[in-house]
């Protein structure tokens, strides 16, 4: 068998193209579903308390939360962040192998069952459960020759026509504008009208 293979060159050649090219095409039509997951799968708890700072966040939000979600199936830990721009974030952390899917189901009914415990200015802002991958899939870098487009102007664009587009996509679990900035706007408050109409600042504020 070697020796016909020798004294056929030509053959022996096209052959090897033919196997190679073969082998390249039924690569590519491999399903992912084939390749181990090597990483944890992360369910991301997220709330805002407008106007609390850290410590405050800490004992009324991330204390009743933390307490329910603490000990869900397959969990191996949890990293939790307060920050005092009235923002909370949880982190939880499975085994490998673990459904995401139902972890974030059993995540969210936890969070459901703290949800008695907390401040109405969060039940009202919202609290949202979302499956993450601790990897960055995707950075998209925004910019412009334009002066007159700064860099206010991009982050404010990308929030708004390019945040929503991305956080579509079927399988993205959270989209991140890093260094968002935000236009900002002063308003001046009428007494004698927000009594009339029986608002209050907090009601303004969440407009």
Same mark, same amino acid.
């Given at each position: 068998m070697i020796n016909f293979f020798i004294d056929r060159p030509i053959f022996s050649t096209v052959l090897a193209i033919i196997i190679t090219l073969a082998g390249g095409v039924a690569l590519s039509g491999l399903p992912i579903a084939r390749f181990p997951q090597i990483t944890?799968?992360?369910?991301?708890?997220?709330?805002?308390?407008?106007?609390?700072?850290?410590?405050?966040?800490? +004992?009324?939000?991330?204390?009743?939360?933390?307490?329910?979600?603490? *000990?869900?199936?397959?969990?191996?830990?949890?990293?939790?962040?307060?920050?005092?721009? *009235?923002?909370?974030?949880?982190?939880?952390?499975?085994?490998?192998?673990t459904d995401q899917d139902?972890?974030?189901?059993?995540?969210?009914?936890?969070?459901?069952?703290?949800?008695?415990?907390?401040? +109405?200015?969060?039940?009202?802002q919202g609290i949202t459960v979302a499956k993450r991958q601790p990897q960055i899939l995707l950075a998209v870098a925004i910019g412009s020759d334009d002066p007159r487009y700064d860099y206010l102007f991009l982050s404010n664009y990308a929030t708004l026509h390019v945040y929503d587009a991305l956080a579509r996509v079927h399988g993205v679990g959270q989209v991140v504008v890093f260094g968002a900035r935000d236009y900002g706007m002063r308003i001046w408050l009428d007494p004698a009208k927000m009594a009339r109409l029986a608002v209050t600042t907090q009601d303004v504020s969440t407009i």
């Open positions: 944890p799968p992360t369910i991301v708890v997220s709330a805002v308390f407008p106007g609390a700072d850290a410590a405050t966040i800490e +004992q009324s939000v991330a204390a009743p939360i933390e307490q329910q979600v603490n *000990g869900v199936p397959h969990m191996i830990y949890m990293d939790s962040k307060s920050a005092n721009d *009235g923002t909370y974030a949880l982190t939880v952390t499975f085994e490998v192998g139902i972890a974030a189901v059993d995540v969210q009914n936890q969070v459901a069952i703290a949800q008695r415990q907390l401040p +109405q200015q969060v039940l009202q």
